[in-house]
């Protein structure tokens, strides 16, 4: 298992995250899984073995069940080097005040997950999502709050747009208040939105990249092809619609790509497309999620895969998006004063210029 930093802070997380949305499975949650504390904990101590250090929950899946069985598994004196990372900012009740991003709301979700997950601190404390609703300065200021009291390490972000990360870090540059280490995004073969912005801002401005979803909710894991309906007891045979899928051709050309390269390595597609982000540059880590040991396994493999330059260019060629505006046009009219973080996105570009 390799190791990196996240961020711009000296914390450093294995390039294979535990995510924990199969932990519980009530409402929603419901369609990923619904692991108990016994069949969780032999997949925790499973990924534990393999050299994952991060753990990610967020109080949000299954209504705080996730993180109380990683409570369960996790409490009490830390296992050693585990970190645990968690999420705010959806509703955990039926309250005005119980979602969002307000000083109000973060505070009480913070000391909850705290409570369900039997700590005394949160490694990494992640918005879970936008809130255009509370002023930065607030939502900023109770993370501040968070962790000087001792209760929070680091803070990150997931799921923002480019301009609400820099605005945030604008915000944090001002007041002096903490900064966002890191920003959890969903990107993959098959989705790739995240190369337009985020990652060049993660590279511009030292933010670890956590992926969700990496395989794209199981539709890269080569159990999913072309022609076929989708597989019982899958996401997408239960309704799950996530990722939202735009040209499916393209989708399946994907998937074919995947499971042609893993059968010459004889790998599974998932490894992979797992292999093909965790050498993307700016991704710190991959989290992979599952509801039995051998997905966790097959998905750990990955760590340990290494795809040939060909492997790489023949999967980048196949997924690659069409080059958005004002991209195309500072490909065509500035190749000549671009930066590190531009080329991140551009560079592959220039030589259809």
């Not at 997905?295 to 998006?321: C, I, M, T, W, Y």
Request: aromatic share 6%; with cysteine; charged share 25%.
């Amino acid at each position: 298992m390799e190791y990196r930093l996240l961020g711009r802070s000296g914390l450093k997380v294995s390039t294979i995250t535990m995510g924990t949305m199969t932990f519980g499975g009530k409402g929603w949650a419901r369609t990923v899984g619904d692991l108990g504390v016994a069949d969780a904990r032999r997949l925790v101590d499973l990924c534990l073995d393999a050299g994952v250090n991060l753990i990610d929950t967020a109080d949000v899946y299954s209504q705080g069940a996730s993180e109380e069985i990683l409570g369960e598994i996790l409490g009490g004196p830390r296992k050693d080097g585990v970190l645990v990372a968690t999420k705010a900012r959806f509703p955990m009740g039926e309250g005005p005040n119980d979602e969002g991003s307000s000083r109000h709301h973060l505070i009480r979700a913070c000391e909850a997950s705290l409570k369900r997950m039997k700590t005394d601190v949160i490694d990494l404390y992640q918005l879970h999502e936008w809130d255009g609703q509370t002023p930065l300065e607030e939502t900023l200021e109770a993370l501040d709050t968070l962790v000087r009291q001792g209760k929070v390490r680091y803070i990150g972000c997931s799921n923002f747009s480019g301009w609400h990360i820099m605005k945030a870090l604008g915000v944090s540059e001002r007041e002096r208040y903490q900064r966002f280490v890191s920003q959890q995004i969903h990107y993959t073969l098959e989705t790739r939105d995240a190369e337009n912005e985020l990652l060049p801002i993660s590279l511009d401005q030292g933010l670890g990249v956590l992926v969700w979803s990496p395989i794209a909710g199981g539709l890269l894991s080569g159990k999913h092809r072309r022609n076929q309906a989708a597989p019982e007891g899958t996401r997408q045979f239960a309704g799950w619609t996530e990722p939202p899928i735009r040209d499916e051709d393209r989708l399946w050309n994907i998937v074919d790509a995947l499971v042609d390269i893993g059968e010459g390595c004889g790998v599974s597609a998932a490894q992979v497309a797992l292999s093909w982000l965790i050498g993307r540059k700016g991704v710190t880590s991959v989290i992979i999620g599952g509801r039995t040991e051998a997905q966790f396994k097959d998905n750990l493999a990955a760590a340990g895969l290494k795809l040939s330059p060909e492997e790489r260019k023949r999967l980048d060629d196949v997924s690659r998006p069409w080059l958005q505006y004002p991209y195309w046009h500072q490909r065509n009219t500035a190749s000549g004063r671009l930066g590190d973080a531009d080329l991140s996105l551009i560079e592959p570009y220039l030589k259809d210029a």
